[in-house]
């Protein structure tokens, strides 16, 4: 498995900022994803709010949503790929009128949206979804997007041992905070396959798997890897903190051509793209 820790890649002051204009400007605009973990994803109309009200978060999707830290996360996985490129499909800081209508409904419970509204929210995300196949599928290209979201995890939350999904290739964490020593458990767990590793599970049992680093949370410490068939990794289950985890979870994943790094994958793990239409 290739990845690498970068100590203090931010400085703990602007951590503790972009914790509290966090917590200031977006408290009612995340979702609830898997073991009760809450996400604000990074082309919402929520996060839309939190880069418009708070200058240190647009500052950072700035600097995470361009070339010069793609080429960090490439140099330090030594990844030499030069058909890769940057675009911007889900993202926009000025979407149309159709456009914010659409990602406003799909922030919704489907139970909650009117006839009307549910047969434009069907028809809109179909045109999406076929613009994004012919505009990333048909080039010689490999057309990645920044994908990522604020994450917020508390007791309880864990992840099985998985790699990532699909259109995920560049991987990275960064953690916002430290969790305190009354706790147990919430770090980052990197596995090494123990059978066969040219036929690798993309959700293996854990007893074929051996331990090759357990990470903690640091604050601002980031982690990366990428996402090839034995980036085998895990969370485990926290417990007892009186703190909750706070972290950004991205990647530069690929929208419209197959990750070629999983060729030696056994299973398929879909990219859930809706989170971030």
């Given at each position: 498995?290739?990845?690498?820790?970068?100590?203090?890649?931010i400085?703990?002051?602007?951590?503790i900022?972009?914790?509290?204009?966090?917590?200031?400007?977006?408290?009612n605009?995340?979702?609830k994803?898997?073991?009760?973990?809450?996400i604000l994803p990074s082309?919402?109309?929520?996060f839309?709010?939190?880069l418009d009200?708070?200058?240190?978060?647009?500052?950072?999707h700035?600097?995470?949503n361009?070339?010069?830290?793609?080429?960090?996360?490439?140099?330090e996985?030594k990844?030499?790929?030069?058909?890769?490129?940057?675009?911007?499909?889900?993202?926009?800081n000025?979407?149309?009128y159709l456009?914010?209508?659409?990602?406003?409904l799909?922030?919704k419970?489907?139970?909650?949206?009117?006839?009307?509204?549910?047969?434009?929210y069907l028809?809109?995300k179909?045109?999406?979804?076929?613009?994004?196949?012919?505009k990333?599928?048909?080039?010689?290209?490999?057309f990645?997007?920044?994908l990522?979201?604020y994450?917020?995890s508390?007791?309880?939350y864990?992840?099985?041992?998985?790699?990532?999904?699909?259109?995920r290739t560049?991987?990275?964490?960064i953690y916002l905070?430290?969790?305190?020593?009354?706790?147990s458990?919430?770090e980052?767990n990197?596995?090494?396959?123990?059978?066969?590793?040219?036929?690798?599970?993309?959700?293996?049992?854990?007893?074929?798997?051996?331990?090759?680093?357990?990470?903690?949370?640091?604050?601002?410490?980031?982690?990366?890897?990428?996402?090839?068939h034995?980036?085998l990794?895990?969370v485990?289950k926290?417990?007892?903190?009186?703190?909750?985890?706070?972290?950004?979870?991205?990647?530069?994943?690929?929208?419209?051509?197959?990750?070629?790094?999983l060729?030696?994958?056994?299973?398929?793990?879909k990219?859930?793209?809706?989170?971030?239409?």
């Amino acid at each position: 498995m290739d990845y690498k820790i970068l100590e203090n890649f931010i400085d703990e002051k602007t951590c503790i900022k972009l914790i509290a204009d966090a917590k200031k400007y977006s408290s009612n605009d995340n979702l609830k994803v898997q073991n009760n973990r809450s996400i604000l994803p990074s082309s919402s109309i929520g996060f839309l709010n939190l880069l418009d009200k708070s200058n240190v978060w647009k500052k950072l999707h700035e600097y995470l949503n361009s070339e010069t830290f793609l080429k960090i996360l490439q140099n330090e996985l030594k990844i030499k790929d030069k058909n890769i490129s940057i675009t911007n499909f889900f993202f926009t800081n000025k979407p149309s009128y159709l456009l914010k209508k659409y990602k406003t409904l799909n922030s919704k419970k489907i139970s909650t949206i009117g006839t009307n509204g549910l047969l434009f929210y069907l028809f809109f995300k179909f045109y999406r979804f076929i613009q994004r196949k012919i505009k990333y599928s048909f080039t010689s290209r490999k057309f990645v997007e920044l994908l990522y979201d604020y994450s917020i995890s508390p007791n309880g939350y864990f992840r099985e041992i998985h790699r990532d999904s699909d259109s995920r290739t560049i991987v990275f964490l960064i953690y916002l905070n430290q969790l305190k020593k009354n706790g147990s458990c919430g770090e980052l767990n990197l596995f090494k396959y123990s059978k066969d590793n040219n036929n690798i599970p993309s959700q293996p049992h854990t007893k074929d798997c051996t331990l090759i680093e357990s990470i903690p949370p640091k604050t601002g410490r980031l982690v990366t890897f990428l996402n090839s068939h034995d980036s085998l990794h895990s969370v485990s289950k926290m417990e007892n903190y009186s703190e909750l985890r706070h972290f950004l979870y991205g990647s530069f994943t690929l929208l419209g051509k197959k990750n070629s790094f999983l060729k030696n994958s056994i299973g398929s793990l879909k990219t859930n793209f809706n989170i971030f239409d």
